[in-house]
């Protein structure tokens, strides 16, 4: 599973992906190569030519109330007849509608540099995009570019996209004061506990399915729903060479950065925050992008922290574009619904990923990997380790092909996760989750230690777990999976047992440990059960067959 680049090739592959592409020499990400299990070009931060210019150059005023809009969009135009250049945001609150970019911009945060959006909406005009995984309409978004090479954001300061003018809001999410005061300035009620900003948002709500509003054709139908329609904050789209480093990137409308179909992106030690509250909040969606490097940033947001996409159901078909050759090191992720996430839009696929060296500190879930029929998409060749998890709500690693557009923690309020006997045909439609590698994982304090959720007519295959310690409340549940193998699991469960496998097939299980003194350490059960080995298991008492399952399809040794 090693590829080790020779030096030769490193060099040509470099040259060919892109002028900012040097070879791995040149790189200061070079460490990242090392042991890599996937082949992907060597990529650096792009450069800029030496051109600097200040926002004060062209009538910026950092007062906080002063509408910057003009200022920002004359230093980029005049920076871009130049070739390009740095253009340079000194302390202070630089208040401003959206910045589009140009090829070949640096914006450059001072130390303590604020760029705050106004929430003006009429400044953020209807464009056509994608969000969700779906080609649809959208409000333009604070900081966009489009088809450009050579972009950057880049310093110190602190970009804040006023987003709680844009979301609704849930009252179980805050407290009483502060759903008094966010509520009492206007908005209406979708129900007693949960509020919009307008009632324009809540028709939006009405006709939308997860987030999309569906069956609009005209310009006026869609200007019908235009408070609905919150922008990610930071969209490039179809963009070379993209470098985000240093800045805090925060309170965004709906997701706070997404890179979407670009190519040679780095993103390096950036802070992403939403408050915990904030609905589709998402930290960073990478999606359809090849040729990714984040890392030692931290997420602290209301959804998933990294999340991993390529398009959703039919459309993400169309697109066919995978994210690919992706490497995620050295990052922390507080609150958020995943630390790590890959899907539910999928649907283009996702290969070559690996995600080492993080720790998620009180997120809903660890590794979070999520689909449903309807999908489609291979995600494959991923590889995670070294790990650590403190105080996670639900599973440290979860695989759920029934994902319903709810977080974990909500699916778990509402009662039992469905687990569905029903075989449907396998088609272009159906997800596919396989050849994934998991190690040197450690969690403490968690709900349930794993869970795996396959479909039954193409169950989820070749997952490989390998030394891993959990502490959780309840022990792993392994359903319609196949080709499964623990190395030197440890899951001390408060309830037993702390493995239970259900209609699965061809699962090894090697050097397990558990709790000595619970009355059965495994549980098998399912009809379709079929090829389990257990080896090193404590005693023949701690194994418990369900009745519906044979005998001799439990192989056992110690």
């Given at each position: 599973m090693k590829y080790l680049f020779p030096a030769v090739m490193l060099i040509l592959t470099a040259f060919a992906v892109s002028s900012c592409t040097n070879s791995k020499s040149e790189s200061k990400y070079e460490y990242l190569y090392k042991d890599l299990p996937f082949d992907m070009p060597v990529i650096s931060a792009p450069t800029f030519v030496d051109n600097d210019v200040r926002i004060t150059d062209f009538g910026g005023v950092g007062d906080g109330i002063f509408l910057n809009t003009q200022a920002f969009a004359k230093a980029i135009d005049a920076l871009s007849e130049k070739g390009g250049g740095r253009l340079i945001v000194p302390s202070g609150v630089w208040f401003t509608g959206p910045i589009v970019f140009k090829s070949n911009i640096n914006l450059h945060l001072e130390d303590q540099a604020i760029i705050l959006f106004s929430p003006d909406k009429s400044l953020y005009p209807l464009i056509e995009t994608s969000f969700e995984g779906l080609d649809t309409r959208r409000s333009q978004s604070p900081i966009s570019g489009t088809n450009l090479e050579?972009?950057?954001?880049?310093?110190?300061?602190?970009?804040?996209?006023?987003?709680?003018?844009?979301?609704?809001?849930?009252k179980e999410k805050v407290s009483e004061n502060f759903w008094k005061r966010a509520t009492a300035n206007g908005g209406v009620f979708k129900r007693p506990d949960y509020w919009m900003p307008s009632a324009q948002y809540l028709y939006g709500d009405s006709i939308s399915d997860m987030n999309v509003p569906k069956n609009l054709k005209t310009d006026e139908e869609w200007e019908s729903v235009k408070d609905f329609l919150r922008p990610v904050m930071v969209s490039f789209r179809e963009c070379k060479n993209v470098y985000l480093q240093g800045v805090i990137f925060q309170n965004s409308p709906a997701w706070n950065i997404h890179p979407l179909m670009c190519e040679n992106v780095i993103i390096d030690g950036v802070q992403v925050r939403n408050p915990s509250y904030?609905?589709?909040?998402?930290?960073?969606?990478?999606?359809?992008?090849?040729?990714?490097?984040?890392?030692?940033?931290?997420?602290?947001?209301?959804?998933?922290?990294?999340?991993?996409?390529?398009?959703?159901?039919?459309?993400?078909?169309k697109r066919n574009r995978p994210c690919e050759n992706?490497?995620?090191?050295?990052?922390?992720?507080?609150?958020?619904?995943?630390?790590?996430v890959v899907g539910s839009e999928m649907s283009g696929g996702?290969?070559?990923?690996?995600?080492?060296?993080?720790?998620?500190?009180?997120?809903?879930?660890?590794?979070?990997?999520?689909?449903?029929?309807?999908?489609?998409?291979?995600?494959?060749?991923?590889?995670?380790?070294?790990?650590?998890?403190?105080?996670?709500?639900?599973?440290?690693?979860?695989?759920?092909?029934?994902?319903?557009?709810?977080?974990?923690?909500?699916?778990?309020?509402?009662?039992?996760?469905?687990?569905?006997?029903?075989?449907?045909?396998?088609?272009?439609?159906?997800?596919?989750?396989?050849?994934?590698y998991v190690k040197d994982i450690s969690c403490s304090n968690a709900r349930r230690a794993m869970y795996f959720n396959g479909l039954p007519e193409h169950n989820i295959d070749n997952i490989n777990i390998e030394n891993v310690m959990i502490h959780s409340e309840i022990g792993a549940e392994l359903i319609e999976s196949e080709n499964i193998k623990l190395k030197n699991?440890?899951?001390?469960?408060?309830?037993?047992?702390?493995?239970?496998?259900?209609?699965?097939?061809?699962?090894?299980?090697?050097?397990?440990?558990?709790?000595?003194?619970?009355?059965?350490?495994?549980?098998?059960?399912?009809?379709?059960?079929?090829?389990?080995?257990?080896?090193?298991?404590?005693?023949?008492?701690?194994?418990?067959?369900?009745?519906?399952?044979?005998?001799?399809?439990?192989?056992?040794?110690?």
């Open positions: 050579n972009i950057a954001i880049t310093g110190k300061g602190a970009i804040d996209g006023n987003g709680h003018h844009w979301r609704p809001l849930k904030a609905q589709n909040g998402d930290g960073l969606d990478l999606e359809s992008c090849k040729n990714a490097i984040i890392v030692n940033s931290t997420f602290d947001v209301g959804d998933d922290g990294i999340c991993i996409k390529s398009g959703k159901d039919e459309d993400g078909r992706v490497i995620v090191d050295n990052c922390t992720v507080f609150k958020g619904h995943g630390g790590f996702v290969r070559n990923v690996s995600v080492t060296n993080c720790q998620f500190l009180g997120t809903d879930v660890g590794l979070r990997f999520k689909s449903k029929r309807g999908r489609g998409g291979v995600v494959e060749n991923i590889y995670i380790s070294n790990i650590s998890m403190f105080d996670i709500a639900t599973e440290p690693l979860l695989f759920d092909l029934y994902y319903g557009g709810k977080s974990a923690v909500e699916v778990l309020e509402e009662g039992a996760e469905p687990v569905e006997t029903k075989f449907e045909p396998v088609d272009e439609t159906t997800p596919s989750f396989r050849n994934i699991v440890q899951i001390y469960a408060a309830k037993s047992p702390a493995l239970f496998l259900k209609n699965v097939k061809n699962v090894q299980v090697e050097g397990f440990k558990a709790d000595s003194t619970q009355s059965n350490i495994f549980e098998v059960a399912g009809s379709r059960t079929k090829d389990v080995a257990i080896t090193s298991l404590y005693n023949a008492e701690a194994l418990k067959v369900g009745s519906e399952t044979k005998r001799e399809t439990v192989k056992m040794s110690n």
